[in-house]
């Protein structure tokens, strides 16, 4: 069964960064029948709608940011740890949300919260002006 943990969120003042990871079980970045996966991050704050930061093939480490969160936001996968983290600069209040991450068995652009599946339980970020 696959599983994504994600962590890493907390409380940081605007300007500062923060390191998201997310863990996953169940299959095996490296494994050749899943060259085709992708683990996505998103996000959701209160009274708006889940959207997407940023998306990483599993095999090959193709990336993918919707425009407006190129430059701060940067995705990328550990394979040996099986763990895929997104490391975030120059926070705003507005970056805060709870994080998530899932998985897609067929890694394409754009970013389709419709693709991706076996959402962890998600990280509070929050951001402090």
């Known amino acids: 069964e696959v599983q994504l943990q994600a962590s890493g969120g907390g409380l940081v003042q605007a300007g500062g960064s923060l390191r998201l990871s997310c863990a996953a079980s169940?299959?095996?970045?490296?494994?050749?029948?899943?060259?085709?996966?992708?683990i996505g991050w998103f996000r959701q704050a209160p009274g708006k709608e889940r959207e997407a930061v940023s998306s990483?093939?599993?095999?090959?480490?193709?990336?993918y940011y919707p425009d407006f969160k190129k430059g701060r936001f940067a995705i990328s996968s550990d394979n040996a740890k099986n763990t895929v983290y997104l490391q975030m600069e120059t926070l705003e209040p507005e970056d805060s949300a709870v994080y998530y991450c899932?998985?897609?068995?067929?890694?394409?652009?754009?970013?389709?919260?419709?693709?991706?599946?076996?959402w962890g339980q998600g990280t509070q970020v929050t951001v402090s002006s």
């Open positions: 990483i093939s599993v095999d090959d480490g193709t990336a």
């Open positions: 899932a998985v897609t068995t067929w890694h394409v652009y754009p970013i389709r919260i419709r693709d991706f599946d076996n």
């Open positions: 169940g299959f095996t970045f490296d494994d050749h029948a899943y060259r085709h996966y992708g």
